[in-house]
Structures are given as structure tokens and as C-alpha cells.
């Protein structure tokens, strides 16, 4: 076993980002922020790119690995866009109880199994290699849940704190797992490569200090 380095970077800013469309890729903002991104990424070493399923997060990926010549580039339903727990609303602020009562029965069982999937996958060290070598670096090109999800995992939060963890575009987060140590979270939410006129989560403004 050996240490993992999992960088996390959520997609960039989608076309018609206030309808949520599964099918709308990168718009002209989003394509810039993306780039930029593989630009700060340029020269690591990294094992391989993965990304989920939706476009948005495809295309960024595309653009991504630009910077990252002879990486690899998987797509995989671990990396898509899911509800990670079927958490309790009882208790939580109206906005939070509202938000989760959208998801459907289906969504509450499929999207837990595949977060749990991808924590399998990707929350702790790497099985192959030499003691001594040197860090297994992969990047992972998702959503904002579960980056939120991951983050909240490596902290040992209680599971409803997933929710009001929120990443800007193209937000680079990093967990370092090792073999013999906790998960240690390294970077959250990481946008100076960024110009401030690219930075932005889609919330609404009220919601942005």
C-alpha cells in the first residue's frame, strides 16, 4: 500500500447553468476555467484522469488533461453527479429539507450505493506499489456532491454534514490517504488559479460573501 493523493476538481460552468441540464456542456466561461485548471496541473505526475458521466464534466475533463500529456482519461459512473446519502431531513434548515425532498425513491437507493462505490475506489491509499515510492496521484473530475461527500468522509463528519459543502467551478480539492494514517485534507475548495471574474459555485448571491 501507498499513499494516494486524490485530487478533486469540480466541473467547470455549465451553458444554461440555472436549468441543471444533464446534457448541457461547458459554456465559453466554463471552457476558460477548465483550462486554467490543467494549467496548474501542469508538470504532476498524475496515474490517470477520471470523470463522470455528464457532459459538463466530460468536456472538462477533455480540456483537463490538455495539460496532462499521455495521462490516461477514463469516464465512470463513480464520478457522476449523485445523491450521496439518503439523509434524514428532520431537524435540517427548511432550505436543506426542501432541497432533499426532490430526489426521487430510485435516487435515494442508487445514489449512496455509488457514492459508497466510489469511496471504495478512491477514499484511501493505493493497493499497488513499493513502500517508498512515491505518491499515486489521481485526479477526479466530478460533481459538487460528491467532492462534498469525500471531504466529509476524510474528516469523519457526521454524514448529513455533506450538506452546505459547496465548491466553485473548476475548485481543486486534495486528500492525501496513507498507509498508515488518517486522511489528511490538504487543499478545499482551491481557486487561485482563477482570475476573480472565473470564480463561482452557482448558488445564488445572497449565498456568496
Partial sequence: MITRLLYLA??????????????????????RQAR???????G???AAVHHGP???AAETAELVAASLPGVPVYATELAGDHLPHD???AGLPPAYAKFLGQFSPAERVDGPRVTAAAVRRFAGPAADGADGAEPVRELVVTHSFLIAWLVRHALDAPERRWLGVNQHNAGLTVIRYGPAA?????AFNDVAHLPPELRGTGLPPDYLV
Fill in 10 to 31: 469540480r466541473h467547470g460552468e455549465q451553458e444554461d447553468a440555472a436549468t441543471e441540464s444533464p446534457e448541457a456542456g461547458l459554456s465559453e466561461r466554463g471552457r
Fill in 36 to 42: 486554467l485548471l490543467g494549467e496548474r496541473l501542469r
Fill in 44 to 46: 504532476r505526475s498524475f
Fill in 54 to 56: 455528464l457532459r459538463r
Fill in 87 to 89: 439523509t434524514e431531513p
Fill in 182 to 186: 488518517p486522511p489528511n485534507l490538504i
